[in-house]
């Protein structure tokens, strides 16, 4: 194996040098190497896995052969109706290229890495009434990870993030939070439970952290112990600068700079691939895909003072997404301080906004969206309001928060006054206290929790249809009847998050061809240069129709760019 630590000297060559260790980055890398390539990956954090690390995990590719051998077949055909009903007008040449790949891509790494998926059965596209939407099949997710695999090799694996981990280090998967609600009410739930605190318990005896991953720390994790195996040099804490080309127009070259040396130059005798992670912390480059009152905020990983893929690019006359105010992927997001100082930012995806007893208001006291819906048709509804509901608020009751939670604030706390005291989480007996503590007026908001709760005593959203799809309700509680995504609030204290928009990456990216080549402003490639994951613009053109549509295109445009990194003829 590898030691992922090793640091080449300056003036080494490589036959491919990958910048940026997240999924498209470690895709990339590994198929190269595969394919007999010599590989560098560079990775500006002290820490590899990148924004992959620390998110859901999900693999979002039609008609997968996981999902058809598990009796739910799928078409490519029925994916197109599907997108062309969500996705804007524009060219689909790399978008088919997707289509076309993503099954081949994923069992050519599963058959020659240690990358394991398994199809999520239940998971429909985002718009399920839309023509060609599935209720499932289309999302692969990885098997989870035992990172004793990666030995010492561990300890360069990005952390997920900690509010998304219990006592302090322990992941669970999707199937484990129904146990832990049940954990007193069923003595099936209490061995469950019981069973996961024994195993974590005596993994911390060795580890600084759980070593059984789930999710996108699975991901990265199994990724990085495929690019290990197959003998790919990492570099951690290196940052790129500049990109140099030959004589004949080839990149050929980059010059990079680390916390503890000097700048070096290392070639690539075939070719360069950008994966850092896109525009999402790009300044003035991000301002140009959102709208003035999105702001700044972003749930991606901080790359800190390294270049972006597109700033490296653009140095060469890269041809970049023409400016939009759609070029995010959205969430809505809280933002705290952790005990040790740190800013955490929560994306409220799956785990509060469609269960029973929760509704959303703006600044006027009024509800303005159904909480239900993805979380990128929040933020659009958001930004859709004129800036009435940014911030917006999350507000639940007691029984609420007890149960679900709210943004950071786990299920069955045993106590939530750092938060209160924090002012993260706002509290109070009343509603009227409660207005006054959001800076809403008071009449409009009890209007509003009163017109809601008549309709929602009978499982009932008259005003929004909320638990209307089965998006919806799959998000929702199953054990609560009729609706699972509506109850009243009733039960004081009655509780308030802030959230505001935030980019879970950007669409706006590297204009690319169908085979992951950078183009130039005028349309030719740019010889030996290549982009995926986020740092490519992304084929869903600044939709989002379902789980994973990020990751899916990003592993997959991985393996396109490193098999054609490595067949590129050497220089």
Same mark, same amino acid.
């Given at each position: 194996?590898?030691?992922? @630590?090793?640091?080449?000297?300056?003036?080494?060559?490589?036959?491919?040098?990958?910048?940026?260790?997240?999924?498209?980055?470690?895709?990339?890398?590994?198929?190269?190497?595969?394919?007999?390539?010599?590989?560098?990956?560079?990775?500006?954090?002290?820490?590899?896995?990148?924004?992959?690390?620390?998110?859901?995990?999900?693999?979002?590719?039609?008609?997968?052969?996981?999902?058809?051998?598990?009796?739910?077949?799928?078409?490519?055909?029925?994916?197109?109706?599907?997108?062309?009903?969500?996705?804007?007008?524009?060219?689909?040449?790399?978008?088919?290229?997707?289509?076309?790949?993503?099954?081949?891509?994923?069992?050519?790494?599963?058959?020659?890495?240690?990358?394991?998926?398994?199809?999520?059965?239940?998971?429909?596209?985002?718009?399920?009434?839309?023509?060609?939407?599935?209720?499932?099949?289309?999302?692969?997710?990885?098997?989870?990870?035992?990172?004793?695999?990666?030995?010492?090799?561990?300890?360069?694996?990005?952390?997920?993030?900690?509010?998304?981990?219990?006592?302090?280090?322990?992941?669970?998967?999707?199937?484990?939070?129904?146990?832990?609600?049940?954990?007193?009410?069923?003595?099936?739930?209490?061995?469950?439970? #019981?069973?996961?605190?024994?195993?974590?318990?005596?993994?911390?005896? @060795?580890?600084?952290?759980?070593?059984?991953?789930?999710?996108?720390?699975?991901?990265?994790?199994?990724?990085?112990?495929?690019?290990?195996?197959?003998?790919?040099?990492?570099?951690?804490?290196?940052?790129?600068?500049?990109?140099?080309?030959?004589?004949?127009?080839?990149?050929?070259?980059?010059?990079?700079?680390?916390?503890?040396?000097?700048?070096?130059?290392?070639?690539?005798?075939?070719?360069?691939?950008?994966?850092?992670?896109?525009?999402?912390?790009?300044?003035?480059?991000?301002?140009?895909?959102?709208?003035?009152?999105?702001?700044?905020?972003?749930?991606?990983?901080?790359?800190?003072?390294?270049?972006?893929?597109?700033?490296?690019?653009?140095?060469?006359?890269?041809?970049?997404?023409?400016?939009?105010?759609?070029?995010?992927?959205?969430?809505?997001?809280?933002?705290?301080?952790?005990?040790?100082?740190?800013?955490?930012?929560?994306?409220?995806?799956?785990?509060?906004?469609?269960?029973?007893?929760?509704?959303?208001?703006?600044?006027?006291?009024?509800?303005?969206?159904?909480?239900?819906?993805?979380?990128?048709?929040?933020?659009?509804?958001?930004?859709?309001?004129?800036?009435?509901?940014?911030?917006?608020?999350?507000?639940?009751?007691?029984?609420?928060?007890?149960?679900?939670?709210?943004?950071?604030?786990?299920?069955?706390? @045993?106590?939530?006054?750092?938060?209160?005291?924090?002012?993260?989480?706002?509290?109070?007996?009343?509603?009227?206290?409660?207005?006054?503590?959001?800076?809403?007026?008071?009449?409009?908001? #009890?209007?509003?929790?009163?017109?809601?709760?008549?309709?929602?005593?009978?499982?009932?959203?008259?005003?929004?249809?909320?638990?209307?799809?089965?998006?919806?309700?799959?998000?929702?509680?199953?054990?609560?009847?009729?609706?699972?995504?509506?109850?009243?609030?009733?039960?004081?204290?009655?509780?308030?998050?802030?959230?505001?928009?935030?980019?879970?990456?950007?669409?706006?990216?590297?204009?690319?061809?169908?085979?992951?080549?950078?183009?130039?402003?005028?349309?030719?490639?740019?010889?030996?240069?290549?982009?995926?994951?986020?740092?490519?613009?992304?084929?869903?053109?600044?939709?989002?129709?379902?789980?994973?549509?990020?990751?899916?295109?990003?592993?997959?445009?991985?393996?396109?760019?490193?098999?054609?990194?490595?067949?590129?003829?050497?220089?």
């Amino acid at each position: 194996m590898n030691d992922a @630590r090793s640091s080449p000297e300056s003036g080494e060559t490589f036959d491919v040098v990958v910048v940026g260790a997240g999924a498209g980055g470690l895709a990339a890398a590994c198929k190269a190497a595969m394919d007999g390539a010599s590989v560098l990956l560079v990775e500006q954090s002290p820490v590899v896995g990148g924004t992959t690390a620390i998110s859901g995990g999900m693999i979002w590719i039609p008609a997968n052969a996981k999902t058809a051998a598990a009796g739910k077949p799928d078409s490519l055909e029925a994916a197109r109706t599907y997108l062309e009903a969500t996705l804007p007008p524009g060219d689909r040449q790399r978008l088919n290229a997707f289509l076309s790949w993503g099954d081949e891509a994923m069992r050519d790494l599963e058959s020659r890495t240690s990358l394991r998926l398994r199809p999520v059965a239940i998971y429909p596209d985002y718009y399920p009434d839309l023509p060609g939407a599935t209720s499932g099949g289309r999302v692969l997710e990885p098997v989870p990870f035992d990172a004793t695999a990666l030995g010492n090799d561990f300890d360069i694996l990005r952390d997920p993030l900690p509010e998304f981990m219990l006592f302090d280090g322990m992941m669970i998967s999707r199937q484990d939070i129904p146990h832990l609600r049940r954990v007193f009410r069923s003595l099936r739930s209490t061995l469950h439970v #019981a069973k996961l605190l024994a195993g974590y318990g005596l993994q911390r005896l @060795r580890w600084r952290r759980g070593t059984t991953l789930y999710l996108g720390n699975a991901l990265a994790g199994r990724l990085l112990k495929s690019a290990l195996d197959l003998g790919v040099a990492i570099r951690t804490g290196t940052a790129v600068e500049r990109l140099s080309t030959g004589a004949d127009g080839r990149v050929c070259c980059i010059e990079t700079i680390s916390h503890d040396g000097p700048p070096r130059a290392i070639g690539a005798r075939r070719a360069v691939v950008l994966a850092t992670g896109g525009l999402s912390h790009g300044g003035d480059l991000r301002n140009a895909y959102v709208p003035h009152a999105a702001g700044t905020l972003t749930a991606a990983v901080d790359p800190g003072r390294a270049r972006r893929g597109a700033q490296l690019a653009g140095d060469l006359d890269a041809r970049l997404s023409a400016p939009t105010d759609e070029g995010a992927f959205w969430v809505p997001a809280s933002t705290f301080t952790r005990r040790d100082g740190s800013v955490g930012n929560f994306p409220h995806t799956v785990t509060d906004r469609a269960k029973p007893g929760l509704i959303s208001v703006d600044g006027d006291g009024r509800r303005f969206v159904n909480e239900a819906v993805s979380y990128h048709e929040f933020v659009r509804a958001q930004l859709a309001s004129q800036g009435r509901a940014i911030p917006a608020w999350l507000l639940c009751d007691h029984r609420f928060l007890r149960k679900h939670g709210l943004g950071k604030v786990k299920p069955l706390s @045993r106590s939530v006054e750092r938060d209160v005291a924090s002012g993260y989480l706002k509290r109070a007996s009343t509603l009227a206290d409660l207005a006054a503590a959001i800076g809403v007026p008071a009449r409009a908001l #009890a209007e509003t929790v009163e017109t809601y709760n008549h309709g929602a005593r009978h499982g009932e959203d008259s005003a929004f249809g909320r638990g209307c799809d089965i998006y919806q309700r799959h998000l929702g509680d199953a054990d609560h009847r009729p609706n699972p995504c509506v109850a009243p609030l009733q039960d004081a204290p009655f509780y308030a998050v802030a959230v505001r928009p935030a980019d879970l990456g950007m669409s706006a990216g590297i204009v690319t061809d169908p085979q992951a080549r950078v183009l130039r402003q005028d349309g030719s490639t740019i010889a030996g240069l290549y982009a995926c994951g986020n740092d490519m613009a992304s084929v869903m053109e600044g939709a989002y129709p379902g789980p994973g549509i990020t990751l899916g295109p990003a592993l997959t445009f991985g393996w396109i760019a490193g098999r054609n990194a490595a067949a590129e003829r050497a220089a």
